[in-house]
């Protein structure tokens, strides 16, 4: 399974220099950054050795990041700016920014053994379902602990990654050995990640009114 990462290329207008890194400001975004501004590198390079914004269990292919061809203008960085952001600069527009593309790709090896994954031929749809609303809702619930007025990549990303750690270290019965039973998995990843709720919970001093855990 293929998808892409996403990061912008950042720039402001300097008079007698013309657009360029060196004119942002400290308040500005960095040079590139994710689209919502909220993690910085100072270059493609940088940011393709991040592995909080790759993702645990994916892999980058081998082609690099790529521009899109079309610069976008704004006022500034500020998220209603780049929201209304244009094609074609106007006379108030002294930032402009760019989106960068890469390819990653999905490895299970990361997860689970390839011998494993290759011969499994069923799947527990209702036990997948389940796994993938209650890992949504962790991810949502801690992330608006965290940040209950806007949802950031700088905040999410590290979250889920703590999250998948979590989540794949799978519990041994009472002889040391795996248990291979689906819903058995899920009572145990939700005891942890109810434990783990309660952590961020106890770190951040927040509790989210009118939201429960599943």
């Not at 494993?116 to 602990?145: F, G, M, P, R, W």
């Not at 952590?199 to 989210?208: A, H, L, V």
Request: glycine residues 6%; proline residues 5%; aromatic residues 10%.
């Amino acid at each position: 399974m293929d998808t892409i990462v996403e990061i912008d290329e950042n720039q402001r207008y300097w008079v007698g220099g013309g657009f360029g890194t060196r004119g942002l400001l400290p308040t500005d975004r960095g040079a590139f950054s994710t689209t919502d501004g909220s993690m910085v590198w100072k270059s493609p390079a940088e940011a393709s050795e991040d592995l909080v914004l790759l993702g645990r269990g994916w892999k980058y292919e081998k082609d690099e990041f790529k521009a899109a061809p079309q610069w976008m203008y704004a006022t500034d960085f500020r998220p209603e700016s780049v929201k209304n952001a244009k094609p074609n600069r106007g006379m108030m527009h002294w930032v402009r920014f760019r989106r960068l593309f890469r390819t990653k790709q999905f490895n299970p090896d990361e997860f689970v053994d390839r011998a494993i994954s290759e011969k499994c031929t069923q799947v527990d749809s209702s036990a997948t379902n389940a796994l993938h609303q209650l890992l949504l809702d962790t991810l949502t619930y801690c992330s608006l602990l965290h940040n209950p007025k806007a949802y950031t990549d700088a905040t999410t990303l590290p979250l889920k990654e703590r999250i998948i750690t979590l989540s794949i270290h799978q519990p041994e019965n009472g002889n040391g050995q795996t248990n291979s039973d689906a819903l058995y998995h899920l009572d145990q990843l939700r005891i942890k990640l109810e434990k783990f709720i309660e952590s961020e919970q106890s770190n951040t001093g927040k509790i989210i009114k009118g939201k429960t855990f599943p």
